[in-house]
């Protein structure tokens, strides 16, 4: 039963693995490889990706232990290898340095980002073991807009090209079959139009807004001369341009048609400029990482082909259904519906067909763990599920089925009752009406699949799992490691230490416990995910490995850069949804390795403000925490000394510490309270310990006066 579950859920996502998602660059290797430590210093740093990438939209950095450039600010093209970039190099001396990267697949047009370190000669500050660097790659692509955008310009184009298809192979020979009078072919023409201009404004729109979000993900702004620049700089520009023509000369086509000029051979004009501008999404797809005249291109277009005379076509039937119907003789109403399901339902199963073939072809690019001639094994369904990309894959899956079905009904069970009430109008409206409301339900499940697979260009699939780097050589010192306590339900507690050196931590452990520290049952997996707060550096998750004692345990220089960072820990159990908890961490400015000595008097300055801040008793303060989507939390602090606390997240609830007690409001509003992992102490500030130079910034108030 397991076995043919497994065999069921691999060729689902088989048949929906290709089409227009797109994958992702993925950062495969780099000299100097992540966390690797080097006795002679590089001139350069070579990147390579897994795909094609567009460097007038790239760019990357290499940052010393001071967050100070040592790149010479460009880069440089890998003759013959469109995959790989240089970083040129300012000399090196002995230390650790960070590489942020940002690179635009010009085969696909995503954004991804990453970042590493590596060092040079006497280094004490790397990790011990491999970080994903791979997996710091996406930015949030995937918004209310982009998502909108990406729905709108893929369904629109399905539906024209089916409605091109539909006409000529449709509705003209249905009504031909029952000498339909010139009125009713008018009036089925004029709707035809009609449905087809309200599909061409919508492309254009839909369009226009995707190149929106195009360029404001690539240039991190929207004005005239970023959107020239990727309109006529970038491969994602040329094929947007050449979409937009051809979407054009079919509005051309259409348009003369509508003031009555005779095109010659218009729906084959028609069919063409449709299938052309499928190519052109084709051609911006992770198809293209194989060629631009490869087999995996042609498959993909040919995906796109079959899902547009399918669910293209239904769309424009569902249009028309009711304005033919009711210009149609009364006696031949039946007739036309008992030629016109058939012809549909045989012109859709080969259009399944195609999609079955070309999904199973392409669907190892996409899941590795359905690669069966590669890995000789039926996946399991531990592999088949807990990912994002393959969790929207089964929800698709789902809706396909669902119109798989509706199509054997109409078949099976609609055409033949139309062909035996042919001449029985008053029972050929009943199953009128009934079939209206099935292809009303058809229309919505397509919808509902094209969006899902308009999300899916927009998620990362398996197949851009991180590489894994080979460690350094190094250990951290050791140090005193910090713990941070977060609850992501009230049911469950997360303790998560970081250390051994909290100013470049190493390991990550989080002990995950039910809120009375027993063991929590059905662990699947917990996901730490690492974002960097004071700019837009992608984000790391990262599975932890499940240690003993419920712990749960990643290592790696994850946090390389100084700052806040926001940690989330993920907590998946079999059978439940994910919950997760932010703990906010902040990597405080390493000193300098020949840092001058201070100034006496901004040593002053600097003693006096550090006296004042330690003299106080009560403190209120705001901190407001950004993680890099347009998501803004505001907490609000106030401290009491010496052991007082009261925390609160706007719109979530808050919480007070007295001592080494943690107190809590439930839903009801009633208070209870946990021991904290250590005891809560009034604040000690330290600014720094030197100062060179001081400048006064915002004044502050003690007791509502002025502080000097």
């Known amino acids: 039963m397991k076995q043919g579950l497994r065999i069921i859920v691999a060729l689902g996502l088989a048949l929906f693995a290709v089409s227009a998602v797109s994958a ?29 990438l567009d460097l007038a939209f790239s760019d990357a950095q290499v940052l010393d232990a001071n967050q100070t450039r040592v790149d010479q600010g460009v880069l440089q093209p890998v003759v013959g290898d469109a995959q790989s970039v240089i970083i040129p190099l300012k000399p090196l001396s002995d230390g650790s340095y960070t590489v942020l990267w940002k690179v635009l697949s010009s085969a696909d047009g995503h954004i991804t980002r990453g970042v590493y370190a590596f060092g040079v000669g006497d280094v004490a500050e790397l990790p011990t073991a491999p970080i994903a660097a791979g997996e710091a790659s996406t930015p949030n692509e995937l918004t209310p807009l982009s998502g909108a955008a990406r729905w ?22 249905s009504l031909h079959d029952v000498n339909a009078n010139e009125t009713t072919r008018r009036i089925a023409g004029q709707r035809w139009r009609q449905f087809v201009w309200v599909m061409l404004a919508l492309c254009l729109l839909a369009n226009l807004a995707e190149l929106f979000v195009q ?27 050449a979409r937009v023509a051809l979407i054009l000369l079919s509005a051309l086509v259409v348009g003369l048609e509508t003031r009555g000029k005779q095109i010659p051979y218009a729906d084959a004009a028609l069919i063409v400029l449709g299938a052309a501008a499928l190519l052109t999404r084709s051609l911006n797809s992770h198809a293209t990482a194989s060629g631009n005249l490869s087999v995996a291109v042609f498959l ?25 119907w009711r210009a149609l003789d009364e006696n031949q109403r039946g007739a036309w519906m008992a030629r016109l399901v058939p012809r549909f339902s045989l012109l859709a199963l080969p259009a399944t067909l195609v999609i079955f073939v070309t999904g199973v072809f392409a669907s190892r690019q996409q899941i590795p763990a359905l690669d069966i001639l590669q890995t000789r094994a039926l996946p399991t369904l531990q592999a088949l599920s807990g990912d994002a990309y393959i969790n929207t894959l089964l929800v698709k899956l789902a809706l396909f089925a669902a119109l798989l079905a509706f199509g054997a009904l109409n078949f099976l069970w609609v055409s033949p009752r139309f062909r035996r009430a042919v001449l029985e109008p008053q029972k050929s409206a ?96 917990v996901i730490f995910n690492f974002m960097y707060l004071e700019e837009d550096a992608g984000a790391q998750n990262v599975n932890a490995e499940p240690r003993a004692d419920n712990h749960y345990a990643a290592e790696g220089q994850l946090l390389p850069l100084e700052g806040m960072w926001k940690i989330r820990v993920t907590v998946r159990q079999k059978g439940a949804a994910d919950v997760s908890v932010d703990l906010p961490y902040y990597i405080k400015a390493r000193a ?15 003693q006096k403000s550090q006296q004042a801040m330690n003299a106080l008793t ?17 907490s609000d602090y106030a401290y009491q000394a010496p052991d007082r606390t009261r925390f609160a997240i706007q719109g979530q609830g808050e919480s007070i510490a007295i001592g080494s007690q943690q107190y809590y409001q439930d839903k009801n509003g009633n208070w209870f309270a946990r021991t ?33």
């Open 24 to 52: 992702h660059a993925k950062l495969t290797r780099a000299t100097p490889a992540p966390n690797s430590v080097s006795s002679v210093a590089p001139t350069q740093v070579q990147l390579w990706f897994d795909e094609p």
């Open 618 to 634: 009560s403190l209120r303060m705001r901190q407001q925490l950004n993680d890099g989507a347009g998501n803004l939390a505001l």
């Open 300 to 324: 993909d277009w040919l995906h796109l082909f079959g899902v547009a005379v399918w669910i293209g076509g239904l769309f424009c039937l569902g249009w028309l259904l009711p304005f033919v």
């Open 430 to 525: 009943r199953l009128f009406s009934r079939f209206r409301l099935t292809v009303g339900a058809e229309i919505l499940l397509g919808a509902a699949t094209i969006f899902l697979a308009g999300m899916l260009t927009l998620t990362v699939p398996p197949r851009s799992a991180p590489e894994q780097f080979a460690p350094a050589v190094v250990q951290a010192p050791q140090t005193k490691p910090v713990a941070l306590v977060g609850y992501p339900t009230p049911a469950i507690r997360v303790v998560l230490q970081i250390g051994p050196n909290p100013d470049a931590p190493t390991t990550f452990d989080a002990l995950v416990t039910d809120a009375q520290g027993n063991s929590l049952p059905d662990v699947q997996r």
């Open 676 to 708: 904290r992992v250590e005891p809560f102490a009034f604040p000690n500030f330290t600014f720094a310990d030197t100062a060179l130079r001081t400048r006064e910034g915002r004044a502050d108030k003690i007791n509502n006066q002025p502080a000097q």
């Open 152 to 173: 709108l310009t893929l369904l629109t184009l399905l539906a024209l090209a089916g409605a091109f298809i539909f006409r000529p192979f449709l509705l003209t020979r």
């Open 215 to 241: 360029t404001n993900l690539v240039a991190d702004q929207v004005s005239v001369n970023a959107v020239l620049g990727v309109l006529f700089a970038s491969r994602y520009g040329a094929l947007w341009l």
């Open 592 to 606: 300098a390795a020949n840092a001058a000595a201070s100034a006496p008097a901004a040593q002053t300055v600097l």
